[in-house]
């Protein structure tokens, strides 16, 4: 069974309730009331958030590399701290990139 990663949030879900009096939100779940979400809503809620991410094409554009996770490294470009995007070489890039993500979704 795949597992909630341990950075992923679990607040409790917001919830809006009337009245001047202090409140805060629970279910009844099996005659027990809980606050937040259940461990099969919080996996439901990982996933769909996996996926989400997984469809996700976007590039970033930063002049320092410095930070940046190995594993989103094709999501960014590195621009120059002067010319940032203005840079022949780093229009380039990002069409040779958009390109790719774009053929790589038709595929």
Request: hydrophobic share 35%; aromatic share 12%; net charge negative.
């Amino acid at each position: 069974m795949r597992h909630v990663p341990d950075d992923f949030p679990r607040e409790p879900y917001d919830a809006s309730l009337a009245g001047s009096q202090p409140k805060f939100a629970v279910e009844s779940i099996d005659g027990k009331y809980c606050v937040g979400l259940t461990d099969e809503e919080l996996l439901e809620r990982s996933r769909g958030c996996e996926e989400w991410n997984g469809s996700v094409n976007g590039q970033a554009f930063d002049d320092n590399d410095d930070g940046w996770p190995f594993d989103m490294r094709h999501h960014f470009v590195l621009c120059d701290p002067e010319f940032r995007v203005s840079l022949q070489r780093t229009e380039l890039e990002l069409l040779e990139r958009l390109l790719f993500f774009s053929d790589a979704r038709m595929a």
